[in-house]
């Protein structure tokens, strides 16, 4: 059997960031609100080897769309996913996830 080293990055607000660090992501880069630095934080993460899913929130996503859809074109990996966070529902799916990962409900 192979064993295949699967390694999350996160990138996104500030919150989100600290929820994705209490569920187990080792590596998180918060970015308040400027463009520029999300999109080169993402460009930087994007060009490592050891990286395998980029976690990001739908604000990066909208801010790098661009970037986003030139990276992949480019290459299959790493796989960028877009964080579920829409609160139309009346409760926060990305608190739920992290419940169900972490089994337990935190608030900040």
């Known amino acids: 059997m192979r064993w295949i080293n699967i390694y999350l990055v996160a990138v ?27 999109c080169e934080v993402l460009s930087n993460i994007w060009l490592r080897k050891d990286i ?8 990066i996503a909208e801010r790098c769309h661009q970037r986003i859809t030139e ?15 829409d609160l139309k529902k009346g409760k926060d799916p ?6 169900q990962a972490v089994g337990i409900k935190l608030e900040l």
């Open 12 to 38: 996104g607000d500030p919150k989100t960031c600290t929820w994705l660090k209490l569920a187990g992501i080792g590596e998180v880069y918060p970015i308040e609100e400027d463009l520029q630095d999300s």
């Open 71 to 85: 990276f992949m074109s480019e290459k299959t990996f790493p796989v960028i996913m877009e964080l579920p966070t």
């Open 94 to 99: 990305l608190t739920e996830l992290i419940r």
């Open 52 to 59: 395998s899913i980029i976690l990001i929130t739908p604000k």
